[in-house]
């Protein structure tokens, strides 16, 4: 055996047992019984504890060593070569991180996660700031351990977003903020102009579901290598690039919650399912980063999924299941209406607008806490005074304020803004896609997603992890990322449904 | 950390691998798309060589031998004692297979089982041959690797059913075939004094499933800490004491498939359900045999669920249920037709009486087979035969004969008899659990199952695996095991449903 080849075996064990995990995960999450929650706590964390052994063993650094030697003759973006220089990554990281700070971060997580349940029941950010300040610290411990070049947080962020750097993003946020605030403002002065209320009649669940797997089969994932299921919180697990699965939720007063739900995860699901078979078994058989995967989702749940020319094709469909709520609407009313803007408290309930603004917040926020350059005893009212500024509204409590989201008790920090970059990235993908296939847009009009799905695996899905976020977009689009694509699109976009 | 602390994290990783793997496998036999089968049976690959590896470490053994020391001053029926016991009992028998054997096994049966797929479909007993050959080979080879006192046949048998002999089988199942032979004649003669044609109309899904579930209720199988799915081959799979799932399938056209399945597996699903906590995590969480496992469910299924007792309750039920397929059919009527007996050639679909006798032929066949008393050319033959002497049917094909189990094309020699050891075990137990609470027998005519079901918690699911079978058949009958009151059992009721 050559040493690649023994390597690709060490890795491949360690994606079996990732992916068992990730199994257990789906498990939880759709049909375990409650009386399964500490065994199943106990089966994941040894799961866990085998693959990171594995991961940090000296075997697996000297294999790698050898193998790099192997594929020297290959050129850099052979599946071989990036191969190695991931699973370097993930074992220098992994290695840099001291196994009783992992445990430590593991612990104050699962009790931030516990203290900020009751403490967003009661409204109470006292209760829940010593746990949050004990996961800030260890998240200053954890930069430290990892490294970085230019600020701390840069090495929280490339966990999530690899390569990408704090004063990029903050360069390219304030160009956002700059765009979004005013567009915000002047579509808040016209809220009243569109209504949303059909969305909000009684629509019967199983419709609901039967519409979305329609929308599932049209858009081209595939049910023999995935399936919907539903659970408390929609998510996308991949267990093998051959089996893709998504849940939803559905609520029968709110038509969009499992509809967009649907679309978003598909979104997800799409790009495992397209990521190449040959990678199966190793560490490039995932997404590139957070941010690449998050516009893939954003992509088939907004540009696509909000357009006009999707529902074109669709609404006859909806109103044939739900004739009764939506023989008298419009396509053009029902347009508008599932594009309804209107500055909000919830990050989650926010519109394509709006949406961005709370993840600066946020961004902004935990850059701060961690460069200490804000105390936790005055995040609640910088968090009230950013929503202030950006959104024109105030939250009257913390529940609907700064104790809404579980990240940060949930110790993510560094995670907030990779949703923004997929938001700036799906842009710029769909975009040079259709420059390339302008018979896109009409496709979409006839219900049908082949040339756009087959863009999108040629030019992201395929390539899996083998390359930086940065490098994929570039190599996609020709483009660095940045924010003038998206604002363009809104601005297009918005300023014709609120006649701007 | 005492030496026995150190050995129980130990094992309770091993049993957190098991456990992860048999949600896996769950998984697959449920829900998972078929594109997912590849990378399942890696992954399954990975955990069960983790597993094994861990077990048959030497520091296993070190540590089994320190802990031994440590609890030398406990009784010998104490769970830390126990404990050390089947741990050492694992681990010898793990030790003494070489890994290459577990390899060809495994191959073999991988291999055996796709070879008789199609040789059950075209009735060509040839086209196996080979394939049963080598699995046949490869189980005497592991059977001296094993070791055995008397004779080559124990060592498979002690994997199902520990501390059982051949002999002993052979001693009661001799007794048994005397007496099952000619009730089955007896009967056979009768056959059409009994019409089963109610079971055979149309009874929808939804309705056989919501009065399953009734019954589940009612038996005491704990939904908190289980549940119910569909599957092609119904099981019981346990991840943990407080998470043990059975599965089911459903005919419309034949009533007693969905019914007494879920009865059955209800049984095995109790035992596991009621394990004492304090296995939990050790390799005591479990049954203490297939044998001590099936009487459980056939108990739940036959003694329970085929009684008269249990219809005079659940009968109206069923009936308000299915009211046009019913309405006519008196209780009477339908508890003979769930009791109909006929000498038929496929074991799974054979009744109380006749079963017992598919299942004696086939250890029979594999004794002779392993001790090499049988030539695989004479097979077929010898099956026809023996289906000739004891049943007085005889196939007309191997695929209704010979080719009719997947076992052994699936590498299972040395399990068959534990089906019917399960048979006469259940009878013993129920005899018992009647005599020192006789209101047992009212209870059930109410619905309500708690005495049994306590009594069954007490004397045989809270021990898990501590005890071997036998003795404890012993400590909650204060019998041997032994066929005279399963033979009993059924002389009386068929005695009285065919009026003998």
Same mark, same amino acid.
């Given at each position: ?9 060490? /890795? ?22 409650? !009386? ?101 610290? /260890? ?59 059909? #969305? ?19 858009? !081209? ?18 267990? &093998? ?28 699901? #799409? ?18 980063? #957070? ?35 939506? &023989? ?47 105390? #936790? ?36 920090? !560094? ?37 756009? /799905? ?47």
């Amino acid at each position: 055996m050559t040493a690649l080849e023994h390597l690709r075996s060490k /890795l491949a064990e360690i994606s079996d047992l990732n992916g068992a995990a990730s199994v257990l995960g789906w498990d939880q999450q759709t049909y375990m019984p409650p !009386g399964g929650v500490t065994a199943r706590a106990e089966q994941l964390g040894t799961l866990v504890k085998l693959a990171h052994e594995k991961l940090v063993s000296d075997q697996l650094g000297a294999l790698l060593e050898a193998a790099r030697e192997e594929v020297s003759g290959l050129s850099g973006d052979s599946d071989e070569v990036c191969l190695i220089r991931v699973a370097q990554r993930d074992y220098d990281k992994a290695r840099k991180v001291p196994s009783t700070l992992v445990a430590e971060l593991a612990r104050a997580a699962s009790l931030g996660l516990e203290v900020w349940v009751n403490a967003r029941e009661t409204a109470d950010f006292a209760a829940f700031k010593p746990a949050l300040q004990k996961i800030v610290d /260890l998240h200053r411990e954890l930069a430290r351990c990892l490294g970085y070049e230019e600020q701390l947080y840069d090495a929280l962020l490339d966990q999530y977003e690899p390569g990408m750097k704090t004063s990029e993003i903050t360069r390219i946020f304030s160009e956002l903020r700059a765009g979004l605030v005013p567009l915000a403002q002047a579509i808040s002065e016209k809220v009243a102009s569109v209504d949303d209320s059909v #969305l909000r009649r009684h629509y019967a669940e199983s419709q609901q579901w039967k519409f979305g797997l329609d929308v599932l089969e049209h858009f !081209g994932y595939d049910f023999a290598r995935g399936r919907q299921d539903k659970s408390v919180h929609p998510f996308t697990t991949s267990f &093998s690039v051959n089996d893709v699965r998504i849940t939803t939720r559905v609520d029968e007063r709110f038509l969009p919650t499992a509809l967009f739900g649907t679309l978003h995860e598909c979104g997800h699901a #799409l790009y495992e399912q397209g990521i190449s078979q040959n990678l199966e078994r190793t560490p490039l058989a995932s997404g590139a980063s #957070l941010g690449i995967h998050e516009s893939q989702s954003r992509l088939w749940e907004n540009l696509v999924g909000r357009s006009h020319g999707f529902w074109k094709f669709f609404f006859p469909q909806l109103q044939g299941l739900f004739s009764e709520n939506l &023989s008298s609407t419009s396509l053009e009313g029902f347009y508008q209406a599932i594009n309804r803007v209107e500055p909000s408290l919830i990050r989650v309930e926010a519109d394509e607008v709006t949406y961005n603004l709370h993840v600066l917040l946020r961004f902004e926020l935990e850059v701060d806490l961690l460069e200490q350059r804000l105390s #936790l005893d005055d995040l609640p009212a910088a968090w009230n005074g950013k929503m202030k500024e950006y959104l024109g509204v105030v939250p009257p409590n913390n529940t609907q304020g700064v104790l809404q989201d579980v990240h940060w008790a949930n110790g993510l920090i !560094g995670y907030f803004p990779t949703y923004s970059l997929g938001n700036l990235i799906s842009v710029q993908l769909f975009e040079k896609a259709q420059r390339q296939h302008p018979s896109i847009q009409e496709e979409i009009e006839k219900g049908q997603f082949t040339l756009l /799905l087959t863009w999108l695996r040629d030019h992201v899905h395929l390539h899996g992890k083998k390359f930086l976020p940065a490098e994929l977009v570039e190599r996609a689009t020709g483009q660095l990322l940045q924010a003038q694509p998206y604002l363009a699109y809104l601005r297009r976009k918005y300023s014709e449904i609120y006649s701007l």
